[in-house]
């Protein structure tokens, strides 16, 4: 058993509370934001965004959620046909080659620790975007999908983005809930003894579990004005189930559906704007 220690909230910088743990994760929520983090110092590892971890989530990466893309592409629409657009933590570059189809005009660049997908017309940066030399670059449009709960340092990745994004531009940061009828249901499970679907939400690999209040909080306090607030879900032949049980997959579908009516999704895009007086 690991010794509990006092951890402050990542978003808000509070008191933490224990919450949890299974094997070496040890999870911890906060009374004043909800939001709930891992304890980095007493994890064995971080997870490795290697070949291994891809070959966890086939689904994931064989299935784009198209209609999220849609959403980023009207975003971007805001900004002109020519907007410059920074994709942070692009992965194998499913949005970039998106909107390279959609919009020839727009000035794409990705930006990626591990991957570096080679796509025509398409700027490709590999490096960290903690220390990142950019130029003093700034970019219309700066989107960030699924990247910010796998990292320790949330307030200083919204710092970030705040320094790289134009004043009068737009960011879009799409990230997990951990408020959501599925992570309910999973933390329901585990108290009867199901424990697979708990386990794989809460993994090495995501170590920030955003809720709505506490995903705002923190873009909030980074000199960000929130424009838009989207509830959404993944395509579901995007998720990677254990098994390809009928059951299970009319279970995670009703989940969904549940979510989609309380506005309790799988997943959240924020779309936000640099505060004036930031």
Not at 41 to 69: I, S
Request: proline share 4%; aromatic share 8%; hydrophobic share 40%.
């Amino acid at each position: 058993m690991i010794a509990h220690r006092v951890q402050t909230c990542t978003v808000c910088g509070a008191s933490t509370r224990f919450e949890d743990q299974f094997r070496d994760i040890v999870l911890y929520r906060c009374p004043a934001c909800d939001h709930c983090l891992t304890d980095v110092g007493a994890l064995e590892h971080l997870g490795e965004y290697d070949e291994a971890w891809e070959a966890l989530h086939p689904n994931w990466f064989e299935n784009p959620n198209a209609r999220l893309f849609e959403l980023v592409e009207q975003t971007i629409g805001t900004q002109g046909p020519d907007a410059r657009v920074l994709d942070v933590g692009s992965g194998r570059g499913e949005l970039l080659e998106y909107l390279r189809r959609r919009k020839p005009r727009l000035a794409l660049t990705g930006l990626d620790l591990a991957l570096n997908p080679q796509i025509e017309g398409v700027e490709m940066i590999v490096a960290d975007i903690a220390d990142a030399d950019l130029g003093g670059r700034r970019w219309d449009v700066v989107t960030s999908l699924a990247t910010i709960e796998h990292l320790v340092d949330v307030r200083q990745f919204v710092q970030r983005l705040h320094d790289l994004v134009e004043p009068h531009g737009v960011v879009v940061i799409m990230t997990i809930d951990d408020r959501s009828i599925l992570y309910e249901t999973a933390r329901r499970l585990k108290r009867f003894g199901y424990r697979t679907a708990y386990e794989r939400l809460y993994d090495r690999f995501h170590l920030n579990h955003f809720n709505s209040r506490s995903l705002r909080t923190l873009i909030e306090q980074g000199g960000f004005d929130v424009v838009a607030h989207h509830h959404h879900n993944i395509p579901l032949a995007a998720v990677d189930m254990p098994t390809q049980s009928a059951l299970l997959r009319f279970g995670v579908l009703g989940t969904f559906a549940l979510g989609r009516l309380t506005r309790r999704t799988y997943e959240q895009t924020l779309v936000a704007r640099p505060q004036e007086s930031a």
